[in-house]
């Protein structure tokens, strides 16, 4: 089955610099790749997603790419704030798998003013 | 409406008693899912449903008893349940499960679970 790994665990960065998360998956035929954002006390929301026909997709201050033949995607948040501050998972999906995401052990970012 | 809902948010169980957790969503999907987690974890799957029709059921003890009963709801019904059992529990759904490609999953707040 497919297996997700994220780095780094913890990240702590400046208000205003950029953050970088980072997964690897191990699946080819993975092909959908979506983030969430979980802060403490509520469910996960999804920030932002990128399918496996695209490399790149942006949304404001937040990015994603892909790169599929080396099966890693990034996460990219510039211009961060102190509201940033959460925990990241970042997932991935097979097509014809029923839609399960297989989620990868989350990243706590602490944004410090 | 652009939510899942779930209740209650909180809930202590003893090891003898039955309860039910609810998750409700208006967005029109026809896919429905439990997750587990639990502290400083991902999420795990637990179920899927499909048009309300079991789909995926992830090798979960029969102490745990999914119910969808329109879909727009989704149950979970906990009887016998174990102190490691204690988690949050998430409901999620997105539009039907096919087989061209994946679709967003959205998630409700969550069941807090403590089993004494």
């Known amino acids: 089955g497919e297996n997700v790994e994220q780095h780094p665990s913890t990240l702590s960065v400046q208000e205003g610099d950029s953050a970088v998360i980072k997964c690897t998956y191990s699946?080819?035929?993975?092909?959908?790749f979506p983030w969430y954002k979980q802060e403490l006390g509520k469910g996960p929301q999804l920030i932002i997603d990128?399918?496996?026909?695209?490399g790149e997709k942006k949304d404001q201050r937040i990015a994603v790419t892909l790169n599929k033949t080396a099966k890693h995607f990034s996460l990219h948040i510039t211009e961060t704030q102190p509201e940033d501050s959460a925990v990241y998972f970042c997932?991935?999906?097979?097509?014809?798998?029923?839609?399960?995401?297989?989620f990868g052990t989350g990243t706590q970012l602490k944004v410090e003013l | 409406d652009t939510e899942v809902t779930q209740t209650p948010k909180h809930l202590v169980m003893g090891m003898t008693n039955k309860k039910s957790l609810k998750c409700e969503q208006h967005m029109g999907h026809r896919a429905m899912y439990w997750y587990k987690q639990k502290a400083k974890k991902p999420p795990e799957l637990m179920f899927v449903?499909?048009?309300?029709?079991?789909?995926i059921n992830e090798s979960v003890p029969s102490r745990f008893s999914p119910e969808c009963p329109n879909s727009s709801l989704l149950n979970l019904h906990l009887h016998a349940l174990q102190p490691e059992d204690s988690a949050l529990y998430l409901c999620a759904s997105s539009q039907e499960i096919s087989a061209g490609g994946q679709n967003e999953q959205f998630f409700g707040p969550g069941t807090r679970l403590t089993v004494l």
């Open positions: 990128i399918r496996s026909n695209v």
């Open positions: 997932a991935a999906s097979t097509r014809g798998g029923g839609n399960k995401l297989t």
């Open positions: 449903y499909s048009y309300e029709k079991l789909s």
């Open positions: 699946d080819s035929a993975s092909n959908y």
